[in-house]
């Protein structure tokens, strides 16, 4: 796949994937950097492309009196902040017409949520700022329909488009990934694999999303061993206190073992 499509994306010769990885959602400055300065040194010495991941906002909460941020400007100055300090690019998702505009002026790619990927006018709105569209592909969706939400993006004139698979609903409480589809996807459309939302165990009785993080390797091996263009993870130094979809997150002190695995399996891979 053509990375040239994103501003500041370090490339390698490696054949590597590229990673987006983040927190869940922009809690302030100070850890935005630190998270993102670990990563950078991790994916540095690795050589995979790195774009840093992190929302502006919240706007698909259980609760209530869930954080959904600390403020859309705000936040999407930290993105900015972000990606001057390291010159690294950026991903947000959007969740309105409204934000695509609005983020488009601080990010690189455009995030469309997975239960919002249905939504026509948001798909639009998203491929006119002329950004890279990264599709969450719907809980509920068969790989094969993502193709629509593609020419959605398409048909509106601009030919950037990824999709992500964030597993499939199985049962009210759980997550499965369907690795068959990554293939499948990937005939329309560069295909990345989010390793920590398709380990999430929604719809708890708390009202706050559960997850197996446990698992993050077994997914990400087997995401890399299908051949995956690039891969999503979500991660914090110190998930217990994230603000956001803790349950499912990487410990950031893992990061580097983890990618190390990985790009060895992909390096194996590419040997054949």
């Not at 100070?30 to 670990?38: C, D, G, N, P, V």
């Not at 502006?56 to 902040?81: C, H, M, P, Q």
């Not at 790989?143 to 629509?148: R, T, V």
Request: glycine share 8%.
């Amino acid at each position: 796949m053509d990375l040239n499509l994103i501003p500041k994306i370090k490339h390698t010769d490696s054949n590597n994937f590229f990673l987006l990885a983040g927190p869940c959602a922009i809690e302030g400055e100070e850890m935005a950097l630190r998270i993102a300065e670990h990563i950078l040194k991790v994916t540095n010495k690795l050589q995979i492309p790195f774009i840093f991941k992190g929302s502006f906002k919240k706007a698909n909460r259980s609760r209530i009196d869930s954080f959904t941020g600390i403020g859309d400007e705000k936040a999407l100055k930290v993105l900015r902040k972000v990606s001057e300090t390291f010159n690294v690019p950026t991903v947000t998702d959007i969740h309105t017409n409204e934000d695509a505009e609005k983020a488009a002026q601080y990010v690189d790619v455009l995030q469309i949520p997975a239960f919002l990927v249905r939504q026509t006018d948001l798909v639009v709105a998203a491929a006119k700022t002329g950004k890279v569209v990264n599709l969450k592909k719907g809980q509920f969706m068969s790989p094969g329909a993502m193709k629509h939400a593609v020419q959605k993006v398409k048909d509106a004139g601009n030919d950037k488009a990824w999709i992500t698979d964030r597993g499939t609903m199985f049962g009210y409480q759980d997550m499965i990934v369907d690795f068959r589809g990554i293939p499948e996807m990937q005939q329309f459309a560069p295909t990345i694999l989010d390793i920590t939302h398709s380990l999430q165990q929604p719809n708890q009785t708390s009202g706050v999303t559960g997850g197996r993080p446990d698992m993050i390797e077994t997914i990400a091996r087997a995401g890399v061993v299908v051949g995956v263009d690039g891969l999503f993870l979500e991660t914090h130094f110190d998930p217990s206190t994230a603000k956001s979809d803790g349950a499912n997150m990487l410990d950031l002190q893992y990061l580097e073992g983890l990618l190390t695995n990985l790009t060895a399996i992909r390096k194996t891979i590419n040997s054949f």
